[in-house]
């Protein structure tokens, strides 16, 4: 079974490779290229712990395949609209060069950017000025003076401030306008990863502004011929519902809009983080946007990032304290929330496992073998715990650990806090 032929977070059959006359449990993230091949790990079929020993940790290790399998199935979804689409990958999920390249290589998409750096980094990487959407807000004098001399570079102006500087320094070009919808949609109930919503929000050109920034495009010498909107992260089948009564109100601006061309319909496409998450489903994604746009004679966009690379990658540290401490068993790693924000900053669900069991998979997973640890980081901050409470297999000294969905909106939103270094970062090939 090749890596392609599972969607992300699909569930196998077992823990392949395991020596046991029971089967082995099934693991509810392990898939064809993710998954225990006897005591070890395995992600695109390179072992992770002898990769860990080599490289040392903390280490970040992404599949090159997973996502390349990934925007196919993106590509594949927009195909059966039977519209004109594109792919701008959202770079600001992970921004490794190497990995860049190989999306560009592979001809699958463009790049969506949100700052100067993030513009040049992708031309650094390969992609031209015309491959990059850009997405910002509060736009600088500074930031425009790089749009103005990369005039190709398809821009998503969020703000009647934006559109008035832009066409100062780069009149005469055709723009997107960034909306808000006032709704949100994201993973679960999460309110930390929705855009829009009952709140007011800094992003986006909300109805009552609209005819206003039209006017002041056209003041201003550009012409809008695109409306963008990007309302949440994470979103899954429970809230495509959700999703698609925010897709049918963002085409109260379509309507108004007669030179239209583009509809970006943005990111937020999420992946699974527990266990009772299913994978997105992606014809009834694509049947939503075929039912809305059809007829519309606009070409649809979409800048995905976790869908793209969160599965894709794992991190990996090393065990270094296991210790009792009242009734709770905690075990240290040698990194913390400065490698991967999400868990803490955003409430989101992480699952570690082992990078190697001690023992086969069946008796390893054994429930009657679990035993509940708290992963506490190195970060000398008392909210450094990567997970609670959860069930997982002994560990001891020296032991290393992986964190799985880690492949998105880790290394790219890194800090030195503490002065704890980065992780380094691999492509797996």
């Keep these: 079974m090749s890596p392609d032929s599972l969607a992300p977070g699909s569930v196998s059959s077992g ?31 390179h072992n ?97 003076e790089v749009l103005a001399r990369n ?18 320094v780069s009149p005469g070009r055709a723009i997107g306008l960034r909306v808000n919808p006032a709704m949100g949609v994201g993973y679960g109930e999460n309110q930390l990863l929705r855009y829009s919503g009952e709140r007011t929000s800094k992003f986006g050109i909300y109805k009552e502004h609209f005819q206003e920034a039209l006017d002041t495009a056209a003041a201003s010498g550009l012409s809008v011929e695109g409306i963008h909107f990007h309302v949440g992260c994470g979103y899954l089948n429970g809230q495509l519902d959700a999703w698609a009564a925010v897709v ?4 109260w601006f379509l309507d108004r809009l007669p030179k239209a061309r583009i509809v970006n319909i943005g990111g937020g496409l999420g992946v699974p983080h527990v266990a009772t998450d299913r994978p997105l489903d992606l014809a009834a994604w694509a049947g939503i946007i075929r039912d809305t746009f059809k007829d ?12 793209i690379v969160k599965d894709a990658g794992v991190l990996v540290l090393q065990v270094n304290t296991v210790e009792r401490k009242r009734q709770t068993d905690f075990v240290g790693v040698d990194g913390g929330f400065n490698l991967a924000m999400e868990p803490v900053f ?17 008796t390893a997973w054994d429930p ?17 715990i990567w997970a609670e409470n959860v069930p997982l297999p002994p560990f001891a000294e020296g032991d290393r650990l992986v964190l799985l969905n880690a492949g998105g909106y880790a290394s790219a939103m890194g800090s030195n806090h503490c002065m704890r270094a980065q992780a380094e970062e691999h492509l797996l090939l």
């Design 346 to 362: 955003y409430r989101l669900p992480c699952e570690p496992v082992p990078a190697t069991l001690p023992s086969d998979a069946a």
């Design 248 to 251: 049918r109100e963002c085409a």
């Design 15 to 45: 823990a392949g490779g395991a020596h046991s006359d029971s089967p082995a449990p099934a693991l509810w993230w392990e898939r064809p290229d993710l998954r225990y091949v006897g005591r070890d790990l395995h992600l695109g079929g």
């Design 151 to 168: 005039p190709t570079a398809w821009v998503n102006a969020d703000s009647l401030s934006t559109i008035r500087r832009l066409g100062a």
């Design 296 to 307: 519309r004679g606009v070409e649809i966009w979409v800048e995905p990032g976790d869908h």
């Design 368 to 384: 009657a073998a679990l035993k509940p640890v708290t992963i506490a980081g190195n970060i000398n901050e008392a909210l450094d």
């Design 48 to 144: 992770l712990a002898v990769l860990a020993k080599e490289a040392g940790t903390p280490a970040f290790f992404y599949s090159g395949a997973r996502v390349l399998a990934n925007l196919r199935r993106v590509k594949a979804a927009l195909e059966s609209t039977g519209l004109p689409h594109g792919i701008r990958y959202a770079m600001k999920a992970n921004r490794y060069g190497p990995l860049l390249t190989l999306m560009k290589t592979s001809g699958l998409c463009g790049i969506d950017a949100c700052s100067p750096g993030e513009l040049r980094h992708a031309v650094r990487c390969g992609f031209r000025p015309d491959e990059v959407s850009y997405t910002a807000t509060s736009v600088s004098p500074a930031d425009l």
